[in-house]
């Protein structure tokens, strides 16, 4: 069983920045992600809003991010860590909501879902 987690969120003030953090596990053991997955995702959630993608990051190293975050959000990928990241600069208001990682299985193209970390950018 494969499992996704996100942690990092958290209440900051317009203008601050968060970094959130997506780990996965198999079986209990650390899962290999760019030996598993063929790409990686970023989505959030506001209250009464659909999700929506956030960022992007496949295995060849290329990324993308919505353009509502261009040049304040950066997706990564520790390959040793196993570890992926959504670094937020300056964040608003507006990027409230709940985050959540995603990843595209390399062996049967299956999606799966972290339970989300919320963020909460408020004055």
């Known amino acids: 069983q494969v499992q996704l987690v996100e942690s990092g969120g958290g209440v900051v003030q317009p203008g601050e920045s968060l970094r959130l953090s997506c780990r996965g596990s198999?079986?209990?053991?650390?899962?290999?992600?760019i030996g598993w997955y063929r790409q990686m995702n970023w989505y959030r959630q506001a209250p009464g809003k659909q999700r929506e993608h956030v960022a992007t990051i496949i295995n060849g190293g290329d990324t993308n991010v919505a353009d509502s975050v261009k040049g304040r959000f950066t997706i990564s990928r520790d390959n040793y860590q196993n570890i992926l990241y959504l670094q937020m600069n300056s964040l608003q208001p507006e990027d409230t909501g709940v985050y959540y990682c995603?990843?595209?299985?390399?062996?049967?193209?299956?999606?799966?879902w972290g339970q989300g970390t919320q963020v909460t950018v408020s004055s």
């Open positions: 995603n990843g595209e299985a390399i062996v049967g193209s299956n999606i799966d």
């Open positions: 198999r079986s209990g053991a650390r899962l290999n992600l």
